[in-house]
């Protein structure tokens, strides 16, 4: 038996486990820094690739109007003569960012416009850049800003 005037040796206090407010705050921080830089890079990122997935759909009816004019002789502007199901517009992709408008088709000589544009609510109508791809029956690959004006050639704008 203990005599009572004996204390029990303490044992000598444990380090407190977890975060403390100040580490909790410097984390969410740093989070928030890197959301903040990373987010708005995706989002052009996702951009970028919607618009190619735009103009590989033009490129492909661009192809089909010419396979129709070697055997027909002629444009047009019908889709399921092109070997589309459906009516224009013609929406580009699984996720319709994207819609290719009826052909512009012209007589003198034998040609043909074609033209992509955001579809309507779409997140691509963001892309204020390159608002439309357009490529016509001689190759010539063009787009227009949001605000109706035609882009620069620059190499990697928007073809």
Not at 29 to 58: D, F, G, K, W
Not at 123 to 148: M, P, R
Request: glycine content about 8%; hydrophobic content about 35%.
């Amino acid at each position: 038996m203990m005599h009572p005037d004996r204390t029990v040796p303490s044992t000598p206090p444990r380090p407190a486990a977890g975060f403390t407010l100040i580490e909790l705050m410097i984390t969410l921080l740093v989070i928030a820094i890197l959301s903040a830089i990373a987010y708005p890079i995706y989002e052009h990122q996702m951009i970028e690739s919607r618009r190619t997935e735009a103009r590989s759909a033009l490129l492909e009816l661009a192809a089909r109007e010419e396979r129709y004019y070697a055997t027909q002789d002629a444009y047009t502007t019908t889709a399921s003569q092109l070997g589309y199901t459906g009516t224009w517009p013609i929406v580009i992709g699984s996720d319709g960012y994207y819609e290719m408008k009826v052909p512009t088709l012209s007589t003198n000589p034998p040609g043909y416009t074609l033209t992509a544009v955001p579809a309507p609510g779409s997140v691509q109508q963001q892309d204020t850049t390159c608002a439309s791809l357009s490529v016509n029956s001689a190759g010539v690959e063009s787009s227009t800003n949001s605000g109706g004006g035609t882009n620069s050639p620059e190499p990697g704008t928007c073809w």
